[in-house]
């Protein structure tokens, strides 16, 4: 799964990564932990709208926009449902009444520097977790395939809190590749720079092959280029958000914060 991820470049840097226009509005800023509800920038492509609101079809653009993570169904009664549909299985989404119309026909880029996942271990002492971070050894942006929706409340009540609606996202999550299953048996689904385009394309529908081809697991070659690499528990604690928090451990290190976290939960280390 992804409940937490990195993203720090500015929008400027990932507008030129991505061949974008920067739609944010300057409203974003370096996040070094992610986390569920937070406002998180997206890459989408779409048809521009004429004077009448009416979708140019030989035309498309590519803009980087601020969305909410946690997808909220366009037929939800209200908006608390996003907090807990951050991730959609890429093997089941089609078929799931709350994500196959935003996988069929609005997919999205969510980069990252990389994200965190935890790897649980069972020790003769008790359990604990510790946090990994992975990222592209080059430094350049991990794609994660997400897809977007646009809700609107009918309540009148809840219109006056979300008079322009609420767009929000869910990344798509797939069997782990390598040696990140040791960590955990699932990450979010990765995208090769050669299939921004089709994930991106708004005229492609889930069904077609040149998207159903995407929704398996990265290939072998592609987790090659990432970097895994043990880091501080810091990360548990969404209040925390600095670049600390990508710095590796060392292995010595790593036995300290495994018997600090089982300190912390109530169990003996010794």
């Known amino acids: 799964m992804c409940g937490r991820y990195s993203s720090t470049k500015a929008p400027a840097d990932l507008a030129d990564e ?9 409203e974003a800023v370096p996040d070094f932990n992610v986390a569920p509800t937070k406002q998180v920038t997206t890459v989408v492509e779409r048809h521009p709208r004429d004077d009448d609101g009416e979708p140019i079809r030989d035309e498309t653009q590519r803009t980087l926009r601020r969305v909410k993570w946690g997808l909220v169904p366009s037929w939800s009664k209200d908006a608390s449902s996003g907090a807990r549909m951050i991730n959609a ?4 989404a089609a078929d799931k009444p709350a994500f196959r119309r935003a996988l069929a026909s609005r997919r999205c880029i969510l ?22 971070f992975t990222t592209y050894a080059d430094g350049s942006s991990i794609a994660m395939a997400g897809i977007w929706e646009y809700w609107k409340p009918k309540d009148a009540a809840l219109l006056e809190e979300y008079p322009d609606g609420l767009v929000t996202v869910a990344v798509l999550t797939t069997e782990a590749v390598g040696d990140l299953a040791d960590i955990h048996d699932r990450m979010p689904l990765v995208l090769d720079p050669a299939d921004w385009d089709a994930w ?29 690499r043990p880091v501080s528990n810091r990360v548990n604690n969404v209040r925390n958000n600095g670049p600390e928090l990508l710095e590796a451990l060392r292995p010595e290190d790593v036995d300290e914060a495994l018997q600090l976290d089982l300190l912390n939960s109530g169990q003996n280390p010794e």
Do not use: H, I
Request: without cysteine; glycine residues 4%.
């Open 18 to 26: 991505f061949t974008a226009v920067d739609a944010t509005e300057d």
């Open 89 to 92: 299985r890429s093997e089941t």
């Open 111 to 132: 980069p990252a520097d990389g994200w965190y996942e935890w790897q649980r271990r069972d020790t003769d002492t008790g359990k604990t977790k510790q946090p990994y």
């Open 200 to 228: 991106l394309d708004p005229d492609a529908d889930a069904k077609d092959a040149s998207v159903a081809r995407l929704l398996v697991p990265p290939s072998a070659a592609l987790v090659d280029r990432m970097e895994l």
